[in-house]
């Protein structure tokens, strides 16, 4: 039979590990959905600039924008382990749990773990506002 103080450091123990573990889980935990359930306005359409990208962190989205002016709009969900990505450079996400990388122009991996690239949104301009959905 353990003794009482390894149950206890045992037991002190498993809130912190399953803390751990729901970090990586991705949207199943309540808080910001994965993606857009339904179309949802962004934010100016001026805040994406041609050849650049914005991440819309709340809602999970990352838009940008072609030199020829039309918009793309993908889920920063990572598909490797389904975490939000936080980061943008340039045109770059950068998952913070495992490192991969995407392109925020095609949402296609360019550093592994991710294999899958991100999942396509649909993306317009509607009265000068950026609106995205599934």
């Known amino acids: 039979m353990p003794a009482r103080r390894t149950v206890l450091r045992g037991a002190a123990l498993a809130p912190v590990a ?3 573990l729901s970090a990586c889980s991705g949207g199943s935990g309540g808080g910001t959905p994965a993606a857009p359930t339904a179309p949802v306005e962004l934010g100016a359409e001026s805040e994406v600039a041609k050849g650049g990208a914005k991440l819309y962190r709340e809602e999970n ?3 940008s924008r072609a030199e020829n002016g039309s ?3 993908f889920s ?11 980061k943008l450079q340039g045109t770059t996400l950068i998952c913070p749990c495992h490192g991969s990388e995407f392109d925020a122009a ?3 991996v360019l550093q592994a773990p991710a294999t ?3 999942k ?3 993306v317009q301009a509607k009265g000068g506002r950026i609106v995205a959905g599934p």
């Open 116 to 118: 899958v690239p991100l």
């Open 71 to 73: 918009l793309k709009a």
């Open 76 to 86: 920063t969900i990572c598909t490797h382990a389904g975490c939000a990505i936080n």
């Open 18 to 20: 399953g803390v751990a």
């Open 120 to 122: 396509e949104l649909s």
């Open 106 to 108: 095609t949402g296609k």
């Open 61 to 63: 989205v990352v838009v």
